[in-house]
């Protein structure tokens, strides 16, 4: 009587979901430190003391580099960090931000990093890469028009503010934000053309 035993060599290959989840969450991890870290560059700025920072730019990078879903992970672990740890710019938990004047700025970096990923893992990256530019441009500054867009509403809810008057608080932000995207963008390109796998499957 002759029996039949499975072979090991028999199982099927080993997918690559677990490698590729692995490689998602390094990357997250990276762009969390990364925003971070440049949460202790705030300089104070206006009447109403919110700081020029480097991490509204920074969120706004990880959507463009790593495209909507992570993006959005990567602002929402910024955010959860800060829950336990003051990693917000000029040292802030986000418990405190959330009872302050820039509690829309924090809806506008989970929103922002979603909305600036999705438009930015349109671009066509192999075919045209002029396109592929402009549409980095494009998302870039929709990412920071959206973060304007919620911090006037956390204005106008926390310091009484109209819309109007909301909006003209913005004002001593708009040169040194305009400047800190297009780095931003100039280094997502950057990190596009190095790292085209970035995007496998993210989009």
């Known amino acids: 009587m002759t029996s039949v035993h499975a072979s090991s060599d028999s199982q099927p290959p080993r997918s690559s979901s677990s490698a590729s989840t692995a490689t998602d969450i390094a990357y997250i991890a990276v762009f969390a430190a990364i925003i971070i870290v440049l949460g202790f560059?705030?300089?104070?700025?206006?009447?109403?003391g919110a700081p020029i920072v480097l991490q509204n730019a920074a969120v706004i990078l990880a959507g463009l580099v790593l495209g909507r879903r992570r993006g959005f992970l990567t602002a929402a672990v910024f955010l959860l960090v800060g829950l336990a740890l003051p990693v917000l710019a000029g040292g802030r938990t986000t418990i405190a931000a959330i009872g302050g004047i820039t509690v829309g700025y924090l809806v506008g970096y989970l929103v922002s990093a979603w909305v600036a990923g999705a438009i930015a893992?349109?671009?066509?990256?192999?075919?045209?890469?002029?396109?592929?530019?402009?549409?980095?441009?494009?998302?870039?500054?929709?990412g920071l028009f959206i973060q304007y867009f919620f911090g006037v509403f956390g204005f106008m809810f926390r310091a009484d503010m109209t819309f109007i008057q909301a909006w003209q608080a913005q004002l001593p932000f708009v040169l040194t934000d305009a400047i800190e995207i297009a780095l931003v963008i100039a280094v997502a390109i950057g990190v596009h053309s190095a790292i085209p796998d970035i995007r496998r499957g993210r989009r």
């Open 41 to 48: 560059l705030a300089i104070p700025v206006g009447a109403l």
């Open 121 to 142: 893992y349109r671009a066509p990256f192999k075919s045209n890469r002029g396109m592929a530019i402009a549409v980095l441009i494009i998302a870039g500054y929709v």
